[in-house]
């Protein structure tokens, strides 16, 4: 079993930053890639970023790249999002979320441990 918890979210300005964290515990964290996804309201909860184990290899939908930066810091087992420019499109709930492998993935079904989530609200 991973457990992940996610912090970081908050209310923010159109054009503002928000940085998330993923703590993990549990299973030895490297062994698995990572990943973040969010839901908005009303809406099926879609893939943001990802990240393989070493960090070697990272992965973004399109709606965010060049704005959100993953990172992760194994030896302190957390997994981190960067969020600049951040626009009101963005708000949903985010999750942090551990695969099933070592390699990255875009697809839910692929991850086996999620967070419970931190809401993120960007105002316009």
């Known amino acids: 079993q991973v457990q992940l918890v996610e912090s970081g979210g908050g209310l923010v300005q159109a054009g503002g930053s928000l940085r998330l964290s993923c703590a993990a515990s549990?299973?030895?964290?490297?062994?698995?890639?990572m990943g973040w996804f969010r839901q908005a309201p009303g809406k099926e909860r879609e893939f943001v970023a990802a990240?393989?184990?070493?960090?070697?290899?990272?992965d973004y939908a399109d709606s965010v790249k060049g704005r959100f930066t993953i990172s992760r810091d194994n030896a302190k087992n957390m997994m981190y999002l960067q969020m600049n420019s951040l626009k009101p499109e963005d708000t949903a709930v985010y999750y942090c979320?551990?695969?099933?492998?070592?390699?990255?993935?875009?697809?839910?079904?692929?991850?086996?441990?999620w967070g419970q989530g931190t809401q993120v609200t960007v105002s316009s």
């Open positions: 990240i393989s184990w070493s960090g070697g290899s990272t």
């Open positions: 979320a551990a695969a099933r492998s070592l390699r990255l993935s875009v697809f839910r079904h692929e991850y086996a441990y």
């Open positions: 549990g299973r030895t964290f490297s062994n698995y890639a």
